[in-house]
């Protein structure tokens, strides 16, 4: 697993920034096209899916067609048995300007409906789906790593803080810069923002005067974990994190990042039922006795042969 990942590494370092035809000729279909127009998929090493958000001409804005997309993607590789970690990036010049105001206008400022109830009730549906975008992500078994270089504005802090591991440049920045287009954010930022950074004062400062907050104050608030010196760095760094996590038991992945987000969202006392119950089935696995024997032998739980989930 490890020379595979460093393999991929190298051809990365080659070719970074890929365009969107050399993304899609690394798929591990042989070059199929992708049936994404707003994201771009490919495999640069067994059991990692990489998602890069692929409209660099427009700065990764968020169009009609990629809110659909990316909920068709993550559904797809939630069932899919080949993937056990994805990393996310975004092409071009940065990460993403967030919503594409001139895509999505006629949603948000013109929805359906003969009345006020039925207006609602229309614009209610649109919320929701859009929530379901970064939900997706949130509910997929797999491990997402999501690296982030340049700016990260608007929707791009509801889709980062969906994922599980964050990781960004020295030039990033963030911005919650949805009260600047007279709105409050409403597909996730409020609600996972909080529990990530874990200081309410800071995420009301971020969210109320939608100023922007660089990679160091980023990294001090625990909003990401590592920053790397440049993309090239950090995509290199995120491969290696990701094949870090594909080289282990998928059982034990998977549980984790699903009682992980359990936890989070309940007490203590209900965190650990869950568990229980979790693992009443999961311990029987023969994954468990290759990895206990792995390390009798000192060996890494990356050379064992772990089958699919």
């Known amino acids: 697993m490890l020379s595979v990942v460093r393999s991929a590494l190298t051809k990365y370092r080659r070719c970074w920034l890929p365009s969107q035809a050399v993304v899609r000729a690394m798929s591990s279909s042989g070059g199929a096209p992708s049936p994404y127009t707003t994201l771009a998929i490919s495999h640069p090493a067994e059991s990692i899916t990489h998602v890069e958000l692929h409209r660099p001409e427009k700065r990764n804005a968020m169009n009609r067609a990629f809110w659909s997309e990316m909920v068709d993607c993550f559904n797809e590789i939630a069932g899919d048995p080949e993937c056990r970690v994805v990393v996310v990036s975004g092409a071009g010049k940065i990460f993403t300007a967030g919503i594409d105001l001139m895509d999505m206008a006629s949603d948000i400022l013109q929805p359906e409906g003969d009345d006020t109830a039925r207006i609602s009730w229309n614009l209610r549906q649109i919320i929701t789906k ?23 504005v608007g929707g791009g802090v509801d889709l980062i803080t969906a994922c599980d591991i964050r990781l960004c440049t020295q030039d990033a920045w963030f911005q919650v810069k949805e009260v600047d287009i007279g709105l409050a954010a409403d597909v996730g930022t409020l609600q996972r923002l909080p529990k990530v950074i874990g200081s309410r004062s800071l995420v009301n400062e971020l969210a109320l005067t939608a100023r922007k907050m660089y990679a160091d104050e980023a990294k001090s608030s625990g909003l990401v974990s590592r920053v790397f010196a440049d993309k090239e760095a950090m995509m290199a760094g995120a491969l290696e994190m990701a094949g870090e996590i594909a080289g282990r038991s998928p059982v034990a992945v998977q549980g984790t990042k699903i009682n992980l987000v359990y936890s989070r969202d309940h007490s203590v ?41």
Do not use: R
């Not at 006795?289 to 989930?309: G, N």
């Open 130 to 152: 859009y929530q379901e975008t970064f939900s997706v992500i949130e509910k997929c078994p797999k491990p997402v790593v999501v690296a982030v270089h340049g700016a990260c």
């Open 269 to 309: 006392a209900e965190g650990l039922n869950y568990m229980a119950t979790w693992n009443m089935s999961m311990l029987q696995t023969q994954d468990v006795m290759k990895s206990a024997q792995a390390a009798m032998e000192k060996k890494s739980p990356k050379t064992i042969a772990f089958s699919k989930l």
